[in-house]
């Protein structure tokens, strides 16, 4: 699964209800949204170990009170963290594994029984990685060739709604107004440290107006803690304790972001410079040799830098394919 830095900090922030509602709210389809009471929200255990993939994954369970007919049910929102690197196409059978599990979970704890029944379920990916989500989101339209007519009924359905962070526009984002909007700007805009400082004062803005500020800023600046350990600041974090009153601190992390970015831009520049070299006095380099270049330190790439005009062979520079 995704960095411990994120999943940790996602886990932490839904574990709220306020954050739940606004996911809900702001982007699930609205007509879900409207059937639910968000005064009655509930949360429930998760984190399973599943004998199918033998992994431990982050989620978390909510129920929620719904009307509609007439009638009042409760709905199990099943929320799947997944940051990853790339996406995963298996999503579809992971989340009809992990419903059967969490179903099986109720069933043993004595929340339902199979008289009664199993209660609905939304289940919920959020996701932020670097390529826009292309995985199906019903294990159906992964059955190929589709089965013949008669076939159809007899397959298994397992439908998930989608949230995919990276796909909504900073537009998007600044027309709603609610603190996770705001997260989500952070995430976007990390690559940016310009982006990343307007879409920190945008939350900032929005905390301030939050009724409910003082909690608000609590949960945003532990969040925010996280990810800044993850894009590498980890200096003085433990004095980061209001992200709207200490504002002036984060333009200092700012600034040695934006130094670390630096330097990591001359070094990836050093080593594509000695690649380039390489490959022309020896050829397509192979594969032990590219990996080696790609983890050399900044002394390492200047010392091989020396060498390269009186060395005989990629072997002798680099040292022998292990």
Same mark, same amino acid.
């Not at 900090?9 to 996911?23: A, D, I, N, T």
């Not at 919920?124 to 199906?136: C, D, K, Q």
């Not at 330190?297 to 200047?302: G, H, V, W």
């Given at each position: 699964?995704?960095?411990?830095?994120?999943?940790?900090?996602?886990?932490?922030?839904?574990?709220?209800?306020?954050?739940? @509602?606004?996911?809900?709210?702001? %982007?699930?389809?609205?007509?879900?949204?409207?059937?639910?009471?968000?005064?009655?929200?509930?949360?429930?255990?998760?984190?399973?170990?599943?004998?199918?993939?033998?992994?431990?994954?982050?989620?978390?369970?909510?129920?929620?009170?719904?009307?509609?007919?007439?009638?009042?049910?409760?709905?199990?929102?099943?929320?799947?963290? /997944? %940051?990853?690197?790339?996406?995963?196409?298996?999503?579809?059978?992971?989340?009809?594994?992990?419903?059967?599990?969490?179903?099986?979970?109720?069933?043993?704890?004595?929340?339902?029984?199979?008289?009664?029944?199993?209660?609905?379920?939304?289940?919920? #990916? !959020?996701? +932020?990685?670097?390529?826009?989500?292309?995985?199906?989101?019903?294990?159906?339209?992964?059955?190929?060739?589709?089965?013949?007519?008669?076939?159809?009924?007899? @397959?298994?359905?397992?439908?998930?709604?989608?949230?995919?962070?990276?796909?909504?526009?900073?537009?998007?984002?600044?027309?709603?107004?609610?603190?996770?909007?705001?997260?989500?700007?952070?995430?976007?805009?990390?690559?940016?440290?310009?982006?990343?400082?307007?879409?920190?004062?945008?939350?900032?803005?929005?905390?301030?107006?939050?009724? +409910?500020?003082?909690?608000?800023?609590?949960?945003?600046?532990?969040? !925010?803690?996280?990810?800044? @350990? =993850?894009?590498?600041?980890?200096?003085?974090?433990?004095?980061? +304790?209001?992200?709207?009153? @200490?504002?002036?601190?984060?333009?200092?992390?700012?600034?040695?972001?934006?130094?670390?970015?630096?330097?990591?831009?001359?070094?990836?520049?050093?080593?594509?410079?000695?690649?380039?070299?390489?490959?022309? =006095?020896?050829? /397509? !380099?192979?594969?032990?040799?590219?990996?080696?270049? /790609?983890?050399?330190?900044?002394?390492?790439?200047?010392?091989?830098?020396?060498?390269?005009?009186?060395?005989?062979? #990629?072997?002798?520079?680099?040292?022998?394919?292990?």
């Amino acid at each position: 699964m995704a960095s411990q830095h994120h999943d940790t900090g996602y886990k932490e922030l839904f574990s709220h209800p306020e954050f739940v @509602q606004q996911l809900v709210e702001e %982007f699930a389809p609205p007509r879900i949204a409207a059937l639910m009471d968000f005064t009655t929200l509930q949360i429930h255990s998760g984190n399973y170990i599943t004998p199918l993939f033998e992994e431990k994954f982050e989620d978390v369970v909510w129920s929620v009170a719904i009307h509609s007919q007439g009638m009042e049910t409760r709905v199990y929102l099943y929320m799947l963290l /997944e %940051f990853q690197s790339s996406l995963d196409r298996r999503m579809p059978l992971r989340l009809l594994h992990y419903v059967a599990c969490f179903y099986d979970n109720l069933l043993k704890s004595g929340a339902t029984t199979a008289g009664k029944g199993l209660p609905p379920v939304l289940p919920i #990916v !959020l996701y +932020n990685g670097s390529r826009r989500w292309t995985a199906h989101q019903d294990i159906y339209n992964m059955i190929r060739p589709e089965p013949p007519e008669f076939l159809r009924v007899y @397959q298994p359905h397992l439908r998930y709604y989608l949230i995919d962070e990276g796909s909504y526009t900073g537009e998007e984002l600044r027309a709603r107004h609610s603190p996770l909007s705001g997260v989500f700007g952070i995430e976007n805009a990390s690559q940016d440290l310009d982006s990343l400082q307007q879409a920190v004062d945008r939350v900032i803005a929005i905390i301030r107006a939050d009724p +409910n500020k003082e909690r608000t800023d609590a949960i945003i600046t532990r969040w !925010l803690k996280r990810h800044l @350990q =993850r894009l590498g600041v980890s200096v003085d974090l433990d004095q980061l +304790n209001s992200v709207v009153e @200490q504002k002036d601190m984060l333009a200092k992390k700012w600034g040695y972001l934006g130094e670390k970015e630096r330097r990591e831009g001359r070094l990836e520049g050093e080593r594509r410079v000695l690649q380039r070299q390489l490959a022309r =006095r020896f050829g /397509e !380099l192979p594969d032990w040799a590219a990996k080696r270049l /790609e983890t050399a330190s900044a002394e390492q790439l200047e010392a091989w830098a020396d060498e390269i005009l009186v060395t005989a062979s #990629v072997e002798e520079l680099l040292g022998n394919a292990k």
